[in-house]
């Protein structure tokens, strides 16, 4: 099997094994608050609600599939990374896992920062208010469009990622007369996915200027070197999906090493370092994430201790978690249409979407859970595998699960933990149109991005 490393999803632990799945749930009705939004439960009619809204009314008002995502969840997710890093550190919301406008507002609400990857992703958070200052702009290769429309609005940050980069928003900062602030991305040699890290051989990917051979030390020199620049740090992202925080020590090991030798070097000490993102959620009930208190205290001990021993100032620390605040706050809701036993293998169930608005299955062999969430059911159950609709036999949502054996077409089942990169991953293949984000809070719900139509699909088609 053969997959390209992808900063948006693990490859290695989301995989089990050929044939194995686990033994079905003690009771199918249940609702694991760890997979499940914050404000998910059961009425006394055994129907799913989210926000006090209940889920058959949500299919009725916006239709299936859906993308359904609990706003008080995701403030209250944004809130507990921006208290548990403090006045100290900087939390920077990755956009890439999924953006809107109004996600930009309530981040901004809440006092996180924004990361950027793209003039799109850069609009958005434009058109909905943030602040340029506080938002810090990614990529391995941002056009120079991108780069100097981004210099025009005052961005807090840009983090270079190759030498080519160094000089070209140089020459456009210094066009513009402004001095543009950015960071050094590196590739300290430490792929993290999930609950291991291999610290060997993982220089070998497209993003950050590797640490190995003095590459990152000869990036800094020419970029202390460039007035259009002003140098605030050095930035590390080791991965996705990651529960160990080994990795990250390792990687912070490496930073700090090199502003030790950045201050050798050059008398400066670089007033920032970033960690990146990556931190893990729970997509099934087998997994254990961590707390962001757990995780911002880890890593303030992780750098202090290795500046003590560098003889350097701490420096200011931000991180940039996208999954771990978006992903559990939404789950897709599906309608189920086709129903196929295959005798001695499992029972295929097919939903009205599919790899179209969630790939990450195909894509990384990712692991959900499903649960029916119209009604309950004593049935006993039956093991399933929820596909699309699309023209693809890999056209699966959940690989392996377990659903009530009376479970019927006109049914409502819905797959938790869908927040971060399925709608934003999301296509349009076999012309399917992409489902609405709707967003529920206080018993209400409104629609944050509206489902695609068909006219949508014509417009871009000019015959
Ligand atoms: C993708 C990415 C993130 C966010 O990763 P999550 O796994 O969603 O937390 C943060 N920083 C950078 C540079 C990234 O590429």
């Keep these: 099997m053969s997959r390209s490393a992808h900063p948006a999803g693990p490859r290695h632990a989301d995989v089990l094994p050929e044939g194995h799945y686990s033994a079905p749930p003690a009771d199918l009705n249940a ?11 059961r009425n006394a009619d055994g129907v799913v609600t989210v926000g006090g809204v209940d889920v058959k009314q949500l299919a009725e008002e916006f239709g299936t599939p859906a993308y359904v995502m609990d706003e008080t969840d995701f403030r209250e997710r944004a809130r507990a990374w921006r208290t548990a890093f403090g006045t100290d550190a900087d939390v920077f919301y990755a956009g890439k896992a999924f953006l809107s406008r109004a996600v930009v507002r309530w981040l901004n609400e809440e006092g996180l920062n924004l990361d950027v990857c793209s003039g799109g992703e850069l609009a958005t958070a434009l058109s909905a208010g943030m602040p340029a200052d506080r938002i810090a702009f990614h990529g391995n290769n941002k056009s120079t469009t991108e780069i100097r429309r981004a210099v025009e609005a005052g961005i807090g940050r840009i ?13 456009i900062a210094q066009e513009l007369g402004v001095r543009q602030r950015v960071q050094i991305r590196v590739t300290v040699g430490v792929e993290a996915h999930t609950h291991e890290f291999i610290a060997t051989a993982h220089e070998d990917q497209k993003f950050g200027i590797p640490l190995a051979g003095g590459q990152a030390a000869e990036a800094v020199r020419r970029a202390l070197q460039l007035d259009g620049l002003e140098l605030i740090g050095i930035h590390s992202h080791i991965g996705s999906q990651i529960f160990d925080m080994s990795g990250f020590e390792v990687a912070a090991h490496r930073v700090v090493g090199l502003l030790k030798d950045i201050r050798d070097e050059h008398g400066v000490e670089l007033p920032e370092i970033d960690l990146g993102g990556g931190l893990g959620i729970a997509y099934t009930s087998g997994d254990d994430p961590r707390e962001p208190y757990e995780i911002a205290k ?9 500046c003590e021993t560098a003889e350097l100032r701490t420096p200011r620390i931000s991180v940039e978690p996208g999954r771990a605040i978006v992903g559990p706050t939404a789950f897709t809701l599906y309608e189920v249409g086709t129903i196929k036993p295959l005798d001695g293998l499992r029972t295929y169930v097919s939903v009205d979407g599919g790899m179209s608005d969630n790939i990450r299955t195909a894509l990384y062999e990712a692991e959900y859970s499903v649960a029916l ?18 023209c693809e036999s890999g056209d699966i949502v959940v690989k392996d699960a ?7 077409p006109g049914d409502l089942i819905a797959v938790p933990a869908t927040g971060a990169y399925c709608r934003s991953m999301a296509s349009n293949y076999n012309h399917v149109l992409r489902p609405p984000v709707v967003a529920v809070g206080d018993g209400e719900a409104r629609v944050i991005v509206r489902r695609e139509t068909e006219e949508d699909l014509l417009r871009l088609d000019v015959g």
Excluded: C, N, Y
Excluded at 159 to 171: G, N, P
């Design 159 to 171: 983090v270079l990622d190759s030498f080519q980069e160094i000089v070209r928003v140089a020459h």
């Design 402 to 408: 377990f659903l009530p054996a009376d479970l019927a």
């Design 373 to 390: 969430v119209s009604r309950t059911s004593d049935a006993e159950p039956m093991l399933v595998r929820v596909v699309g609709k699309h």
């Design 31 to 41: 609702l694991d608050s760890k997979v499940w939004a914050q404000t998910v439960s």
């Design 298 to 306: 880890a890593l303030t001990e992780i750098v202090t201790r290795e």
